[in-house]
Protein backbone atom coordinates (compact mmCIF):
# COMPACT_ATOMS: atom_id res chain seq x y z
CA UNK A 1 0.00 0.00 0.00
CA UNK A 2 1.44 3.49 -0.81
CA UNK A 3 2.28 5.53 2.21
CA UNK A 4 0.54 8.68 0.75
CA UNK A 5 -1.09 10.52 3.84
CA UNK A 6 -4.69 11.16 2.78
CA UNK A 7 -7.09 14.20 4.88
CA UNK A 8 -11.00 13.91 5.08
CA UNK A 9 -12.00 17.51 5.52
CA UNK A 10 -16.03 17.25 6.59
CA UNK A 11 -16.25 13.37 7.79
CA UNK A 12 -19.96 13.19 7.31
CA UNK A 13 -21.51 9.70 5.82
CA UNK A 14 -19.51 9.68 3.08
CA UNK A 15 -15.85 10.10 4.28
CA UNK A 16 -16.78 7.79 7.41
CA UNK A 17 -17.99 5.21 4.69
CA UNK A 18 -14.51 5.91 2.20
CA UNK A 19 -12.15 5.72 5.77
CA UNK A 20 -13.84 2.40 6.92
CA UNK A 21 -13.08 0.85 3.64
CA UNK A 22 -9.66 1.89 3.23
CA UNK A 23 -8.69 0.61 6.71
CA UNK A 24 -11.18 -2.79 6.48
CA UNK A 25 -8.64 -3.04 3.10
CA UNK A 26 -5.32 -2.63 4.73
CA UNK A 27 -4.75 1.17 4.58
CA UNK A 28 -2.55 2.07 7.41
CA UNK A 29 -4.98 4.37 9.81
CA UNK A 30 -1.78 6.24 10.58
CA UNK A 31 -1.45 7.92 7.10
CA UNK A 32 -5.34 8.66 7.36
CA UNK A 33 -6.14 12.26 8.85
CA UNK A 34 -10.39 12.94 9.33
CA UNK A 35 -11.32 16.51 10.04
CA UNK A 36 -14.76 17.48 11.13
CA UNK A 37 -15.72 20.78 13.39
CA UNK A 38 -17.90 18.21 15.27
CA UNK A 39 -16.00 16.50 18.24
CA UNK A 40 -18.62 13.45 18.19
CA UNK A 41 -18.55 12.44 14.82
CA UNK A 42 -14.45 12.52 15.03
CA UNK A 43 -14.51 10.69 18.56
CA UNK A 44 -16.21 8.20 16.15
CA UNK A 45 -14.08 7.42 13.11
CA UNK A 46 -11.18 7.50 15.73
CA UNK A 47 -12.80 4.86 17.65
CA UNK A 48 -14.27 2.61 14.67
CA UNK A 49 -10.90 2.97 12.33
CA UNK A 50 -8.11 4.46 14.80
CA UNK A 51 -7.44 7.13 12.09
CA UNK A 52 -6.32 10.36 13.02
CA UNK A 53 -8.80 13.12 13.72
CA UNK A 54 -8.15 16.96 14.33
CA UNK A 55 -10.65 19.97 14.14
CA UNK A 56 -7.91 21.94 12.57
CA UNK A 57 -8.65 21.98 8.64
CA UNK A 58 -5.47 23.19 7.94
CA UNK A 59 -3.27 21.48 9.89
CA UNK A 60 -5.07 18.52 8.09
CA UNK A 61 -3.82 20.54 4.87
CA UNK A 62 -0.71 20.91 5.63
CA UNK A 63 0.00 17.14 6.96
CA UNK A 64 -1.50 15.13 3.90
CA UNK A 65 -0.35 14.97 0.10
CA UNK A 66 -4.13 14.28 -0.63
CA UNK A 67 -7.00 16.12 0.56
CA UNK A 68 -10.06 14.62 -0.03
CA UNK A 69 -12.88 17.39 0.08
CA UNK A 70 -15.90 16.20 1.69
CA UNK A 71 -18.18 18.94 3.01
CA UNK A 72 -21.89 19.88 1.36
CA UNK A 73 -21.24 22.09 -1.63
CA UNK A 74 -22.63 24.95 -0.33
CA UNK A 75 -20.23 25.00 2.45
CA UNK A 76 -17.38 24.10 -0.17
CA UNK A 77 -16.68 28.12 -0.55
CA UNK A 78 -15.96 29.00 3.07
CA UNK A 79 -13.52 25.85 3.41
CA UNK A 80 -11.83 26.76 0.30
CA UNK A 81 -11.51 30.15 1.36
CA UNK A 82 -9.92 28.91 4.43
CA UNK A 83 -7.48 27.29 2.93
CA UNK A 84 -6.70 30.13 0.68
CA UNK A 85 -6.31 32.26 4.23
CA UNK A 86 -4.15 29.16 5.35
CA UNK A 87 -0.72 29.93 4.26
CA UNK A 88 -0.10 26.24 3.63
CA UNK A 89 1.41 25.84 0.20
CA UNK A 90 -1.38 23.43 -1.28
CA UNK A 91 0.07 24.08 -4.97
CA UNK A 92 1.65 20.02 -5.34
CA UNK A 93 -0.90 18.38 -3.58
CA UNK A 94 -3.90 16.05 -5.17
CA UNK A 95 -7.11 17.34 -4.08
CA UNK A 96 -10.33 15.01 -4.17
CA UNK A 97 -13.76 16.27 -4.33
CA UNK A 98 -16.90 14.01 -3.70
CA UNK A 99 -18.96 16.63 -3.98
CA UNK A 100 -22.07 17.02 -6.38
CA UNK A 101 -22.75 20.16 -8.39
CA UNK A 102 -19.12 21.76 -8.28
CA UNK A 103 -16.74 21.75 -11.30
CA UNK A 104 -12.83 21.25 -11.25
CA UNK A 105 -13.06 24.81 -12.59
CA UNK A 106 -14.98 26.10 -10.11
CA UNK A 107 -13.09 24.43 -7.28
CA UNK A 108 -10.38 25.69 -8.66
CA UNK A 109 -11.20 29.17 -8.82
CA UNK A 110 -12.39 28.45 -4.82
CA UNK A 111 -8.88 27.26 -4.24
CA UNK A 112 -7.21 30.62 -5.95
CA UNK A 113 -4.76 27.61 -7.86
CA UNK A 114 -5.19 25.40 -10.67
CA UNK A 115 -4.42 22.64 -8.61
CA UNK A 116 -4.45 18.54 -9.64
CA UNK A 117 -7.62 17.12 -9.01
CA UNK A 118 -9.91 13.89 -9.00
CA UNK A 119 -13.92 14.23 -9.03
CA UNK A 120 -15.37 11.53 -7.40
CA UNK A 121 -19.37 10.73 -7.05
CA UNK A 122 -19.47 7.98 -4.68
CA UNK A 123 -22.85 6.37 -2.95
CA UNK A 124 -23.50 4.88 0.14
CA UNK A 125 -23.66 1.57 -0.03
CA UNK A 126 -19.75 2.31 -0.10
CA UNK A 127 -19.75 1.66 3.24
CA UNK A 128 -20.61 -1.97 3.49
CA UNK A 129 -17.98 -2.30 0.75
CA UNK A 130 -21.16 -2.33 -1.92
CA UNK A 131 -20.17 1.18 -3.87
CA UNK A 132 -20.05 2.58 -6.97
CA UNK A 133 -17.63 5.56 -7.87
CA UNK A 134 -17.60 7.23 -10.75
CA UNK A 135 -14.29 9.21 -10.81
CA UNK A 136 -13.14 12.06 -13.33
CA UNK A 137 -9.09 13.41 -13.83
CA UNK A 138 -7.60 16.84 -13.91
CA UNK A 139 -4.12 16.86 -13.89
CA UNK A 140 -3.16 14.06 -11.36
CA UNK A 141 0.08 12.13 -12.02
CA UNK A 142 -0.41 8.24 -13.24
CA UNK A 143 0.92 7.43 -9.64
CA UNK A 144 -1.77 9.25 -8.13
CA UNK A 145 -4.51 8.07 -10.67
CA UNK A 146 -3.68 4.33 -9.25
CA UNK A 147 -3.56 5.63 -5.67
CA UNK A 148 -6.93 7.28 -6.16
CA UNK A 149 -8.33 3.71 -7.45
CA UNK A 150 -6.80 1.89 -5.14
CA UNK A 151 -8.56 4.02 -2.51
CA UNK A 152 -12.35 4.23 -3.91
CA UNK A 153 -11.40 0.04 -5.31
CA UNK A 154 -12.17 -0.37 -1.01
CA UNK A 155 -15.52 0.62 -1.23
CA UNK A 156 -17.10 -1.61 -4.29
CA UNK A 157 -16.50 -0.85 -7.82
CA UNK A 158 -14.88 2.36 -9.75
CA UNK A 159 -15.29 3.50 -13.43
CA UNK A 160 -13.69 6.79 -14.77
CA UNK A 161 -15.05 8.63 -16.96
CA UNK A 162 -14.16 10.72 -20.15
CA UNK A 163 -16.00 13.58 -19.76
CA UNK A 164 -16.70 15.68 -16.64
CA UNK A 165 -20.20 16.20 -16.93
CA UNK A 166 -20.49 12.52 -17.22
CA UNK A 167 -19.94 13.02 -13.02
CA UNK A 168 -23.45 14.74 -13.60
CA UNK A 169 -24.66 11.05 -15.36
CA UNK A 170 -23.04 9.21 -12.46
CA UNK A 171 -25.27 11.01 -9.96
CA UNK A 172 -28.66 9.99 -11.48
CA UNK A 173 -27.14 6.36 -12.37
CA UNK A 174 -25.58 5.47 -9.23
CA UNK A 175 -24.75 8.63 -6.81
CA UNK A 176 -28.70 9.69 -5.80
CA UNK A 177 -30.50 5.92 -7.00
CA UNK A 178 -30.09 4.40 -3.88
CA UNK A 179 -32.80 6.67 -2.10
CA UNK A 180 -35.05 5.44 -5.38
CA UNK A 181 -34.55 1.67 -4.60
CA UNK A 182 -35.48 2.82 -0.95
CA UNK A 183 -38.38 4.60 -2.56
CA UNK A 184 -39.27 1.78 -3.75
CA UNK A 185 -39.00 -0.03 -1.04
CA UNK A 186 -40.72 1.96 1.60
CA UNK A 187 -44.01 1.82 -1.05
CA UNK A 188 -44.24 -1.95 -0.92
CA UNK A 189 -43.60 -1.49 2.78
CA UNK A 190 -46.11 0.38 3.54
CA UNK A 191 -48.47 -1.41 1.52
CA UNK A 192 -47.71 -4.55 3.68
CA UNK A 193 -48.67 -3.01 6.21
CA UNK A 194 -51.46 -1.80 5.14
CA UNK A 195 -52.30 -5.72 4.23
CA UNK A 196 -51.99 -6.18 7.74
CA UNK A 197 -48.53 -7.36 8.09
CA UNK A 198 -46.65 -6.02 11.55
CA UNK A 199 -43.67 -3.02 11.16
CA UNK A 200 -41.11 -5.30 11.49
CA UNK A 201 -42.44 -8.39 9.80
CA UNK A 202 -42.83 -5.62 6.45
CA UNK A 203 -39.55 -4.07 6.86
CA UNK A 204 -38.09 -7.97 6.94
CA UNK A 205 -40.45 -8.74 3.82
CA UNK A 206 -39.22 -6.09 1.89
CA UNK A 207 -35.40 -5.97 2.89
CA UNK A 208 -34.91 -9.16 2.40
CA UNK A 209 -36.86 -9.31 -1.18
CA UNK A 210 -34.75 -6.57 -2.30
CA UNK A 211 -31.38 -8.22 -1.33
CA UNK A 212 -32.47 -11.14 -3.36
CA UNK A 213 -33.80 -9.76 -5.98
CA UNK A 214 -30.05 -7.96 -6.55
CA UNK A 215 -28.20 -11.01 -5.40
CA UNK A 216 -30.06 -12.71 -8.47
CA UNK A 217 -29.05 -9.93 -10.73
CA UNK A 218 -25.22 -9.99 -9.43
CA UNK A 219 -24.94 -13.93 -9.72
CA UNK A 220 -26.53 -14.28 -12.98
CA UNK A 221 -24.56 -12.37 -15.10
CA UNK A 222 -25.50 -13.90 -18.39
CA UNK A 223 -29.15 -13.54 -17.89
CA UNK A 224 -30.56 -9.92 -18.45
CA UNK A 225 -32.51 -7.77 -15.73
CA UNK A 226 -35.64 -8.00 -18.29
CA UNK A 227 -35.30 -11.81 -18.38
CA UNK A 228 -35.02 -12.30 -14.42
CA UNK A 229 -38.19 -10.17 -14.19
CA UNK A 230 -39.90 -12.45 -16.56
CA UNK A 231 -38.94 -15.35 -15.44
CA UNK A 232 -41.35 -14.08 -12.17
CA UNK A 233 -43.72 -13.55 -14.38
CA UNK A 234 -45.75 -16.46 -14.88
CA UNK A 235 -48.59 -16.28 -18.11
CA UNK A 236 -52.01 -15.77 -16.95
CA UNK A 237 -50.48 -14.93 -13.80
CA UNK A 238 -50.52 -12.51 -10.56
CA UNK A 239 -46.80 -10.37 -11.39
CA UNK A 240 -48.04 -9.90 -15.10
CA UNK A 241 -50.58 -7.13 -12.96
CA UNK A 242 -48.83 -5.55 -11.36
CA UNK A 243 -46.09 -5.27 -13.66
CA UNK A 244 -48.31 -4.02 -16.35
CA UNK A 245 -50.07 -1.85 -13.91
CA UNK A 246 -46.91 -0.27 -13.44
CA UNK A 247 -45.71 0.61 -17.20
CA UNK A 248 -49.47 1.67 -18.01
CA UNK A 249 -49.00 4.16 -14.85
CA UNK A 250 -45.50 4.87 -16.83
CA UNK A 251 -42.93 4.06 -14.26
CA UNK A 252 -40.35 3.51 -16.86
CA UNK A 253 -40.60 7.06 -17.96
CA UNK A 254 -41.22 8.19 -14.79
CA UNK A 255 -37.76 6.73 -13.90
CA UNK A 256 -35.94 8.43 -16.70
CA UNK A 257 -37.87 11.79 -16.00
CA UNK A 258 -36.45 11.81 -12.34
CA UNK A 259 -32.96 10.87 -13.66
CA UNK A 260 -33.07 13.83 -16.14
CA UNK A 261 -34.47 15.94 -13.24
CA UNK A 262 -31.28 15.08 -10.67
CA UNK A 263 -29.23 15.82 -14.11
CA UNK A 264 -30.57 18.80 -14.55
CA UNK A 265 -30.22 20.11 -10.59
CA UNK A 266 -26.52 18.98 -10.80
CA UNK A 267 -26.15 21.29 -13.93
CA UNK A 268 -28.20 24.06 -11.82
CA UNK A 269 -25.54 24.11 -8.93
CA UNK A 270 -22.92 24.25 -11.22
CA UNK A 271 -24.44 27.70 -12.05
CA UNK A 272 -25.68 28.42 -8.43
CA UNK A 273 -22.52 27.44 -6.39
N1 LIG B 1 -24.66 11.36 0.95
C1 LIG B 1 -24.57 10.87 -0.29
O1 LIG B 1 -25.29 9.94 -0.70
C2 LIG B 1 -23.53 11.42 -1.21
C3 LIG B 1 -22.89 12.61 -0.95
N2 LIG B 1 -21.97 13.12 -1.83
C4 LIG B 1 -21.27 14.36 -1.54
O2 LIG B 1 -20.49 14.15 -0.39
C5 LIG B 1 -20.34 15.37 0.31
C6 LIG B 1 -20.57 15.13 1.77
O3 LIG B 1 -21.86 14.58 1.93
P1 LIG B 1 -22.26 13.80 3.25
O4 LIG B 1 -21.11 13.02 3.76
O5 LIG B 1 -23.54 13.13 2.96
O6 LIG B 1 -22.50 15.07 4.20
P2 LIG B 1 -22.40 15.18 5.79
O7 LIG B 1 -23.13 16.42 6.17
O8 LIG B 1 -22.78 13.88 6.41
O9 LIG B 1 -20.83 15.37 6.04
C7 LIG B 1 -20.14 16.59 5.96
C8 LIG B 1 -19.55 16.86 7.34
O10 LIG B 1 -18.64 17.95 7.21
C9 LIG B 1 -18.81 18.80 8.33
N3 LIG B 1 -18.34 20.13 7.97
C10 LIG B 1 -18.98 21.10 7.29
N4 LIG B 1 -18.17 22.17 7.11
C11 LIG B 1 -16.99 21.86 7.71
C12 LIG B 1 -15.77 22.53 7.87
N5 LIG B 1 -15.56 23.76 7.37
N6 LIG B 1 -14.77 21.90 8.51
C13 LIG B 1 -14.94 20.66 9.01
N7 LIG B 1 -16.08 19.96 8.90
C14 LIG B 1 -17.09 20.55 8.25
C15 LIG B 1 -20.28 18.75 8.60
O11 LIG B 1 -20.56 19.21 9.90
P3 LIG B 1 -22.05 19.64 10.31
O12 LIG B 1 -22.76 18.33 10.55
O13 LIG B 1 -21.82 20.44 11.55
O14 LIG B 1 -22.61 20.42 9.17
C16 LIG B 1 -20.59 17.27 8.38
O15 LIG B 1 -20.39 16.54 9.57
C17 LIG B 1 -21.29 16.38 -0.32
O16 LIG B 1 -20.55 17.32 -1.04
C18 LIG B 1 -22.18 15.53 -1.23
O17 LIG B 1 -22.51 16.22 -2.43
C19 LIG B 1 -21.60 12.43 -2.95
C20 LIG B 1 -22.19 11.26 -3.24
C21 LIG B 1 -23.21 10.65 -2.42
O1 LIG C 1 -28.32 14.49 -3.01
C1 LIG C 1 -27.18 14.90 -3.23
O2 LIG C 1 -27.00 16.05 -3.66
C2 LIG C 1 -25.99 14.00 -3.00
C3 LIG C 1 -25.25 13.71 -4.27
C4 LIG C 1 -25.56 12.30 -4.61
C5 LIG C 1 -26.26 11.79 -3.44
N1 LIG C 1 -26.44 12.72 -2.55
Known amino acids: MSDKKIAFIGTGNMSYAIIGGMVKNGFAAKNIIATNRNQDKLAKVA ?18 DVIVLSVKPQMMGELCQSFQDSGVDFSNKLFISVAAGLTVKRLREMLGQDVKMVRCMPNTPSLLGRGVSGLYGAGETAEEHEFVQQVFECTGIVVWVE ?3 QINDIIAVTGSSPAY ?32 AAEMALSQQDISISQLRANVTSKGG ?18 ADAMDACIARAEAMEKEL
Open 47 to 64: ADFGVQTTADNNAALRDA
Open 163 to 165: QES
Open 181 to 212: FFLFMEAIEEKAKALGFSDEDARRLVQQTALG
Open 238 to 255: TTHEAVEHLKSQGLVGTV
